[in-house]
């Protein structure tokens, strides 16, 4: 394999957090038959990957070695390019803090300057101020950033003692159907305890806590006819291991119903980056599980 397929390959299978794939293998769904990239057809399909359980779809590349990939819905996330959603988010929730805390010096992209001697980073949130004489930075989630770069904001966020908290706005409010968190609002439901952070246009200072819960997939029985032999197969259950259930917690706000904690180190399940020790603006809510 080539090596920009092979960094191609490597780094869907991060962002999807599943490598179940990076051998050019998926199963057939109803019979379960490994089949390769390199010589499988749509035809052989459908398949999925046998590691966590999502369908996978077969790409047949000019410029690439053919190969398989995950396939799932993803949360109606923003993008970087949508910049005007993303102000309107930054707006909305910094005027209505600035309303409920006149004394709180809100603003929007604060350049909070380099200490060199403590070794922190400069930083410009997207808002920052003060909740009840608590410094509190909010981050507008709407990249695939890093979780290299997320978790340094982290860390220097703390050395200065503010708690920092991450949102993810969305274009329309998640539905009960299984979706496909991104590595980054995975990284962040593990560092609030079990949930992410949504907001939509119109909100306000409320946000919708999502915990990811299990998924599964009935797969329906079929029987068919391959080379003269009768083949049956399906009639069982998938559960994902990837794919979640958005499971609501209540609405809640900013400003009321948060309150800052400080989170020990630890390393997500199935991640490999440990989160380092931070100081969280969250829900005061017990942890989901």
């Known amino acids: 394999m080539d090596k920009e397929t092979k960094k191609h390959i490597q780094r869907e299978a991060e962002e999807f957090g599943c490598f179940g794939l990076i051998h050019g293998c998926a199963k057939n769904i109803y019979s379960r ?24 779809i077969i790409r047949k590349c000019s410029e690439r070695i053919d190969h398989f990939a995950h396939s799932a819905r993803l949360t109606p996330a923003i993008s970087a390019h ?16 600035s309303h409920k805390f006149p004394d709180g010096k809100w603003a929007i ?37 890093g979780i290299t770069k997320i978790l340094k904001r982290c860390s220097a966020y703390s050395k200065r003692g503010i708690a920092l908290l991450w949102i993810v706005p969305l274009h329309t409010p998640l539905e009960n159907e299984p979706i496909r968190p991104r590595l980054y609002e995975r990284y962040l439901h593990s560092i609030y305890f079990g949930r992410t952070y949504y907001w939509w246009k119109g909100q306000g200072l409320k946000l919708k806590a999502i915990h990811y819960a299990p998924a599964t997939r009935h797969i329906e029985y079929k029987e068919w006819h391959e080379n003269g032999t009768h083949m ?51 829900d005061k809510n017990s942890a989901w599980w």
């Open 109 to 145: 992209e604060r350049t909070i300057p380099e200490n060199k001697s403590k070794g922190i980073p400069e930083l410009r949130p997207d808002i920052s101020g003060r909740i009840n004489g608590e410094p509190v930075a909010i981050e507008i989630q709407v990249s695939a950033l």
């Open 33 to 56: 038959n490994d089949f390769y990239a390199s010589s499988a057809t749509k035809a052989d399909g459908p398949f999925y990957c046998p590691t966590c359980n999502s369908d996978a």
């Open 232 to 282: 049956s197969g399906g009639g069982y259950d998938l559960t994902y291991k990837v794919i979640k259930t958005p499971l609501p917690g209540p609405e809640m706000s900013i400003d009321t119903d948060f309150k800052k904690i400080f989170r020990n180190t630890f390393t997500p399940e199935n991640e490999r980056k440990a989160v380092p020790e931070i100081l969280i603006w969250q």
């Open 82 to 97: 949508e910049s005007e959603l993303h102000l309107q988010c930054k707006n909305e929730i910094c005027e209505q803090l």
